[in-house]
């Protein structure tokens, strides 16, 4: 029996992942760069919010939707920071702190970039002002995902109602608009997490070679997101054992885990490169 599962494909492949989480030491990585991450998240929703300040889109919409994802604490504690920030915000100071929050932000990605390099078991030789430089696109990439994102679900929603509407069956487009609107998410997450794990690395892989850790890291995210979320609001309270601090505690906890599983799909697409390469990991 032990050797009918040895010769599984996907038992190897779990080895392989086993060995990759152990050697390239994923769950030290994980907590280094969610370090970096506290520290750029509200200077990128800082700077999502201000992008947002110059389309059609109220800022409230971004502000609103944390609660799906993010426990009922740490959704409040962002919630506030950033309707306090937006009305403190003069419009002078828009442009110069947008910029600020911006580069504050690339830093974060460019530890995820050091993370995907450290998964896929290469090191960085790109120079230092094209990695700052990548790190700055990519963070600009990623508010651009986030706002097409919002556009596409408000404006979706407007298009699909009017065509149902012609056709006098706009009832039966609100029952299905709950299932699109997840579905238009899940395709611009899917999207969005190809494109890091294919572009940003020091290693390029093939496109088929990314769309397994692709899959892994979306599913697996947006799986953990919403269990760690109903856990926190139904079972486990930190502002219980933390007290004030308890939402913050949440959102450590939360990139950490986000972190670990964006890694996890980062290993899984170097252990299919090298499958195909032949290199195996023992």
Known sequence: MLQKLKGLATYNYVRQLAVHYRDDDLAAMSAQISYYLILAFFPFLFFLINLLSFTPLPNRLLIANFNAILPQETALLVK???????????????????????WAASRGMSAIIRGLNHSYGVKESRRF?????????????????????????????????TIFGYLGAKSLFYSIWSFLRYGITFGLLLTTFY?????????????????AGTIFT???????????????????SYATV?????????????????????????????????????????
């Not at 690395?201 to 769309?211: A, E, S, T």
């Open 80 to 102: 506030t920071m950033l309707t306090e920030t937006v009305q403190a915000k003069s419009g002078a100071m828009l442009v110069l702190s947008m910029l600020a929050s911006l």
């Open 129 to 161: 002002v094209r990695l700052n430089l990548v790190a700055l696109l990519s963070t600009v990439g990623l508010s651009v995902m986030v706002m097409l994102s919002f556009i596409m679900i408000v404006l979706g929603r407007i298009i699909g109602s």
């Open 195 to 211: 494109l890091i794990y294919r572009y940003l690395p020091n290693r390029k892989l093939n496109g088929n070679h990314v769309m």
């Open 242 to 282: 933390y007290g004030s601090l308890g939402g913050m505690f949440a959102l450590i906890f939360w990139l950490y885990l986000s972190t670990l599983i964006f890694l996890l799909g980062g290993a899984i697409n170097a252990i299919c490169s090298d499958d195909k390469e032949g290199e195996v990991r023992t």
């Open 218 to 236: 979306t599913v697996g995210w947006i799986g953990a997101s919403l269990l760690f979320s109903f856990y926190v609001n139904n079972f486990g």
